[in-house]
């Protein structure tokens, strides 16, 4: 009999982003998405978050495969970091993810991946594995879904799906393939929760190109569209919509520009090279002629879009009549950035239009309704939802409950828990203590929490710098000097800092000759920080230099 199989999770439940998972066949380990999350505002200064993978450096020569089920940065955007640490482990993905992929890892010559095409419908095996993929439509073309046939029975993890019924690209989600896997029996089902407290069905994305082309048709003047430059099938929308009202197309902002290109080189994004122009001609054209599709669509600082809505852009200006779409969502916490952005660009004279306002978004993930169809089509003995926030999670535990599978088969799992499935049977694991890994400009995982609360504390209180000489026997010598930062406002400052220093020797001359750094060091923090608190009503972070003479 082999060991019991095992799956990990250490990324993506109870936050959409940075999702990871692990699955153990035989001490052989295969990996599913190795995605990043992008910060929020309280993480102060951090670039991207990561999924904490250090368990697997024990495990290294177990390592066996990775599976990416997307091109999407929260499934694949930690790959350049992953691979930096394993660099030959194979990665099996779509030719589109695959493309995507390779693009992504230009910017790391030092990095020589081992990819591996496969296709929705195709079954491999390697090592252990016996690994089924399937077809799902989502927000990116060329979306799988994986089943790991096992010696202890079928794990089918879902990727990001929904089940639009007449996608662009004419590939449904593949319901007669689900359906079969079904009949042969599915252990255990991880799915994606993300619209599993929204009602109903997600609409087609078709629906998008009806609203796209009588806006287009009603625009006057200059037309600019912003989406996701992954969201190949929205601006394949947007490139026919154009072509419709005899406008040309012109590609902005860095992620579009080298998009497109692969994508349509690659067979999944139609234009012609006549209907697509680039940045200098538009401004050559009349301005009731082009259509420009650019980044920007979160309020992103340093986007296309955004600079245009500042009146920032070196290129692009908008005018009175000029028409902006904005074919996306709103990611929960952009909400801000992304209402200044439409606020900008209606100050620029522009006329926006927005989800809300008319049909220029549709959502990538199954809502309820179609999770039910999912969950009676596939009908597993046991469930973990994946991809959401916990109120998400459990809005699914719920559809998988009402569609039949029993209440202790049903596991709403955190990062860093297991579940192990043992002939059939699945029952929760041991869990480990997962942690984030911040990276910082260069700097991988050397920004922890305790940085972070620093920099909280910095950014909100300010810093006081005392700088206290002392002689050989630890004791004060002369009177301390101190300056400070972001505490106050500098016509105050001279006398509160010259009362500061004063408190602080008074300290420093109680406690006399200790001869220990480490009483001063500490003293100073104490004196400086009761000093501010009482003249100020302010917390600052009290940095002491100790000088000896
Ligand atoms: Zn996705
Ligand atoms: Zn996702």
Redesign the pocket.
Known sequence: MSPPVRVSFFGGLGEIGRNMASIEVDGRLAIVDVGLIFPDAEHHGIDLILPDWSLLRQRRADLHCVVIT?G?E??MGALPFFLREFPSVPIYATRLTLGLIRAKLEEYPEIKPDLREVDAGERLTTGPFDIEFVGVT???PDGLAVAFHTPHGTILHSG?FKLDQTPIDDKPTDLPHFSQLGDDGVALLLADSTNADTPGHVPTERMIGKTLREVFAAARERIVVTTFASHIHRVQQVIDAAIDSERLVCFVGRSMLRNMPIARDLGYLGYDDSQVIDLAEVERLPRDRTVIVCTGSQGEPYAALSLMAAGQHRQVSLEPGDTVIMASSVIPGNEHAIYRSINGLFRQGADVVYKGIADVHVS?HAAADELRYFHNIVRPSAFVPLHGEYRHMVAHARIAEETGTPHDQVFVCEDGDTIVLTDGVVHRGDRFEPGVVFVDGLGVGDVGNAVLRDRRQLSSEGICVAVVTLDQHSRLVGTPEVVQQGIIYEPEQSILLEQAAKALAEELRLIGDQGDLAVVRGDTVRALGRFWREATGRRPVILPVLVEV
């Open positions: 997307h999407h929260d499934h989502h927000s990116i990001d990538g």
